[in-house]
């Protein structure tokens, strides 16, 4: 809808341009501009809600729903990231003007974080031997952020670090999940061929 539009791309940049304007007061929830089938990106631009902007705007949040479902502390910054995927993606850079470009301008800093991440619980780990099977519901959604974004991506209208963080992500959570496996004492699923 409309109001989770508002909600999950420009929420969070509306409220600091309140307050940082020392003005108190909110946004309304509901604008009713999305009533005939069309949403507005953080440019103002009006485009139909089943633009590949708006899906993945939504994917997006249902990923960092996802990830915080559990609620792991340290995936607290990656919901945070996430929420920064959102505004970069919500200002397609085609008729973006200079000053939404430089507010939601998307970092290689994140894809550094997660690949020290990586690293340090790789090192924790045995080594990879066998095909593991999938037992995250998050890289499922992933799948899905990271296929949108990469058709925006390759239009020009999103930062490219943006889909090279969702890759990186994707081995985060993976080896996530192989630590939190070994933590608990519990055996990795590992693929068996049929017979």
């Given at each position: 809808?409309?109001?989770?539009?508002?909600?999950?791309?420009?929420?969070?940049?509306?409220?600091?341009?309140?307050?940082?304007?020392?003005?108190?007061?909110?946004?309304?929830?509901?604008?009713?501009?999305?009533?005939?089938?069309?949403?507005?990106?953080f440019t103002g631009e009006r485009r139909p809600k089943e633009d590949t902007i708006f899906e993945t705007l939504g994917n997006t949040d249902e990923l960092s729903s996802a990830i915080g479902a559990p609620l792991f502390l340290f995936l607290l910054q990656i919901q945070c990231v996430l929420q920064d995927v959102g505004s970069n993606i919500a200002i397609p850079?085609?008729?973006?003007?200079?000053?939404?470009?430089?507010?939601?301008?998307?970092?290689?800093?994140?894809?550094?974080?997660?690949?020290?991440?990586?690293?340090?619980?790789?090192?924790?780990?045995?080594?990879?031997?066998?095909?593991?099977?999938?037992?995250?519901?998050?890289?499922?959604?992933?799948?899905?952020?990271?296929?949108?974004?990469?058709?925006?991506?390759?239009?020009?209208?999103?930062?490219?670090?943006?889909?090279?963080?969702?890759?990186?992500?994707?081995?985060?959570?993976?080896?996530?999940?192989?630590?939190?496996?070994?933590?608990?004492?519990?055996?990795?699923?590992?693929?068996?061929?049929?017979?």
């Amino acid at each position: 809808t409309e109001t989770f539009l508002m909600r999950s791309t420009t929420t969070h940049q509306t409220l600091n341009d309140y307050a940082a304007e020392g003005d108190n007061r909110l946004p309304k929830i509901y604008t009713k501009t999305g009533d005939r089938g069309f949403s507005n990106t953080f440019t103002g631009e009006r485009r139909p809600k089943e633009d590949t902007i708006f899906e993945t705007l939504g994917n997006t949040d249902e990923l960092s729903s996802a990830i915080g479902a559990p609620l792991f502390l340290f995936l607290l910054q990656i919901q945070c990231v996430l929420q920064d995927v959102g505004s970069n993606i919500a200002i397609p850079l085609s008729p973006a003007r200079d000053s939404h470009i430089k507010k939601t301008k998307f970092t290689a800093q994140p894809i550094t974080d997660l690949e020290t991440w990586i690293d340090n619980f790789t090192n924790e780990l045995p080594p990879l031997t066998n095909f593991i099977l999938p037992v995250s519901i998050v890289r499922f959604i992933l799948t899905y952020v990271t296929t949108n974004v990469a058709s925006i991506v390759c239009s020009g209208e999103a930062d490219a670090e943006v889909a090279k963080f969702l890759n990186r992500l994707s081995d985060y959570l993976f080896t996530l999940a192989r630590y939190a496996t070994m933590k608990e004492g519990n055996e990795e699923k590992i693929y068996r061929r049929s017979k």
